[in-house]
C-alpha cells in the first residue's frame, strides 16, 4: 500500500497491507497511520523525523535512489519538490516487466530522466489542470504542477500512458465529461494515453 491517509485511519483492517510506502508526511497520505500499523512501514529518513511519535513497531527507512526491494516489488525514491516542511519523494516501481512512477503531489521532479525512463505508467498529481497552483515559501516553491505540465515531461521522457490522481476541486467538482475530454485533448496533442484515477481501479500492464 503506497500512502495512508487520515480517512484509512481506524480502518487498515479492510485491506489489511502486507507493507506500506510513504511518500511524505501530510495528513491525507500518513496520518492514517496516528494509532499504528500491523505491517512494516517504509519511508524517507525525513518522513520518519516527522512522525517520529506515532507508535509503528516495524519501522523501515528508504533511502533516496536506492532500489529496496519490498514484498517482491523494488522501489526507488526519487525526491519531488512539494513542501517544505514534509519533503516528499516520488516512487519508480518495479515489479517484473512492470515500471510505474508514482507521484501524486509534487511540483517537479528533480531527476526526472532517470525516474521516467522506461516507465510505462505514470501516476501523478491531479491538484489542478492547467492553472498554476505554485507558491512561494522564503526563495522555495511549494505547491502542485498542473496536470498539463506533467502531461509534458510524459511527452519529454517518452512514458505512453499516465493516470491522474488526487484529484482536486477543479477535476472533482467539474463536470466529468467535460473535464476528462479536456484532459484526454491535452494528452493526444503529447501522444499520451491518459485516464482519471477512481476508487477500485485496476490497471494492466
Not at 108 to 120: G, M, N, T, W, Y
Amino acid at each position: 500500500m503506497i500512502d495512508c491517509g487520515l480517512d484509512w485511519l481506524g480502518k487498515l483492517k479492510r485491506v489489511d497491507p502486507s507493507a506500506i510506502v510513504l511518500t511524505h508526511a501530510h495528513p491525507d497520505h500518513a496520518w492514517g497511520l496516528k494509532r499504528g500499523a500491523s505491517c512494516p512501514v517504509y519511508t524517507p529518513e525525513k518522513t520518519w523525523q516527522e512522525l517520529g511519535h506515532y507508535p509503528i513497531k516495524d519501522r523501515h527507512v528508504i533511502k533516496e535512489r536506492a532500489p529496496t526491494k519490498i514484498c517482491g516489488i523494488t522501489f526507488e525514491a526519487f525526491p519531488v519538490e512539494h513542501s517544505v516542511l514534509s519533503p516528499a519523494v516520488g516512487y519508480r516501481v518495479n515489479a517484473g516487466r512492470a515500471c510505474i512512477f508514482y507521484a501524486p503531489d509534487l511540483i517537479f521532479i528533480h531527476e526526472r530522466s532517470p525516474a521516467l525512463k522506461d516507465v510505462q505508467v505514470y501516476i501523478g498529481d491531479g491538484a489542478t489542470v492547467t492553472r498554476s497552483f505554485i507558491r512561494k515559501r522564503g526563495k522555495t516553491l511549494i505547491g502542485h504542477a498542473p496536470v498539463r505540465t506533467q502531461l509534458t515531461w510524459c511527452q519529454k521522457e517518452g512514458v505512453p500512458r499516465a493516470i491522474i490522481t488526487h484529484c482536486g476541486s477543479e477535476i472533482v467538482n467539474g463536470d466529468e465529461g467535460e473535464i476528462a475530454a479536456k484532459i484526454r485533448a491535452m494528452a493526444a496533442e503529447r501522444r499520451v494515453e491518459v485516464r482519471i484515477a477512481y476508487d477500485g481501479m485496476k490497471v494492466k500492464l
